[in-house]
């Protein structure tokens, strides 16, 4: 009895002292959203070995030996079973973070199910090889989280807004193995602001769920980029010609899936079928070049390396067109790691 008392003290102090309240909150959700992503990179590991037999996210080197009929078929295979799950669950498929965004904006809540169907088809579309990334899917899982920590505890509008942004801020973090990038995405893309109130729970938040991921995956960068210096003053306008030319690109990206997506939305076949077909279109870009297919760590690591070919330029139109091929037909994945792809081979 004494021990239940002390409890419900604790709980009423804490609820008394709005900023102890939110930081508390943002420590539940930083470490689920950390266990989150660990169970979502389980899962891609364990649909690429069944795909390809490989759980290693660096799978450049596996899908070169891969013959070209299953290079073909498992992307559409994948495509399929991400088209089954559509047909109940209408959240299964597409890159996510615009849902985060709205449901922000209009003060909407997100189904804690969607954590669970989520994992499942992301996992499936860049476990069959769909030329997508890790970190819209694991945005969308960790503000789904956030969002039912807030049910959970009766949020008002102001307080949910936070804990979704708490959650989405932990997933990005815990994916790259940088909090102060998920704090920063959370606090400037998806909220919009840098209130102290809602600032210092997301940065909590995120340097919890970086903590829990460390502690599986090792606190290694996602990207290692060599030492660069700047030799010469007369190197800046070549960097202000690149980013010129870099913003024409991300334009063309950006016209080009909108393009395809509204293309797959005219097709007149069941819109179960589009992933698959997606998967199929990807699998013959991929012909050309297996360096489209997946996240695509192993060429972003080449080119900072100064190891790839002069084929970049290639890459650039393939990469493109491999990832508006599998997300705009219905596939499940984010767009950041392709745009940084795109951006890596540009430059």
């Not at 049910?151 to 949910?160: A, P």
């Not at 037909?329 to 790691?337: A, D, H, K, R």
Request: hydrophobic share 50%; with cysteine; proline share 3%.
């Amino acid at each position: 009895m004494k021990l239940v008392n002390s409890i419900n003290n604790l709980r009423n102090q804490i609820k008394s002292n709005e900023d102890l309240y939110m930081i508390s909150i943002a420590i539940v959700v930083g470490v689920s959203t950390g266990y989150g992503n660990i169970f979502f990179r389980y899962l891609i590991g364990f649909f690429q070995n069944i795909f390809y037999g490989s759980k290693s996210e660096y799978l450049l080197e596996t899908l070169k030996n891969t013959p070209d009929y299953k290079i073909l078929l498992i992307p559409a295979l994948g495509g399929l079973l991400v088209g089954l799950f559509s047909l109940s669950f209408k959240f299964a498929k597409g890159h996510g973070v615009p849902d985060v965004i709205k449901a922000i904006a209009l003060n909407r809540s997100i189904s804690p199910s969607l954590a669970v169907i989520k994992s499942i088809t992301s996992a499936i579309t860049l476990g069959s090889g769909g030329s997508a990334g890790r970190e819209g899917p694991v945005i969308q899982i960790g503000a789904a989280i956030g969002s039912g920590v807030g049910k959970v505890f009766k949020f008002s509008s102001e307080r949910m807004k936070t804990a979704v942004a708490c959650g989405a801020a932990g997933g990005l973090a815990a994916t790259f193995n940088a909090p102060i990038g998920g704090a920063m995405f959370a606090a400037e893309v998806l909220l919009g602001e840098f209130g102290l109130k809602t600032f210092s729970p997301i940065i909590i938040s995120s340097v919890i769920a970086t903590v829990v991921s460390r502690a599986y995956f090792g606190d290694s960068v996602t990207f290692a980029a060599p030492v660069y210096e700047l030799r010469s003053i007369a190197e800046l306008p070549l960097y202000a010609v690149l980013g010129v030319l870099c913003a024409i690109v991300g334009a063309l990206f950006i016209k080009f899936f909108y393009k395809v997506e509204m293309g797959f939305e005219k097709i007149k076949i069941p819109s179960w079928s589009k992933p698959a077909l997606g998967g199929l279109l990807m699998g013959c870009v991929a012909l050309m070049s297996r360096d489209v297919m997946g996240v695509g760590y192993d060429t972003i690591d080449a080119i900072l390396r100064h190891q790839a070919g002069f084929y970049l330029a290639m890459l650039v139109g393939l990469k493109i067109v491999a990832t508006s091929f599998t997300l705009g037909s219905g596939g499940s994945g984010g767009l950041f790691v392709p745009s940084l792809y795109i951006g890596a081979a540009g430059g």
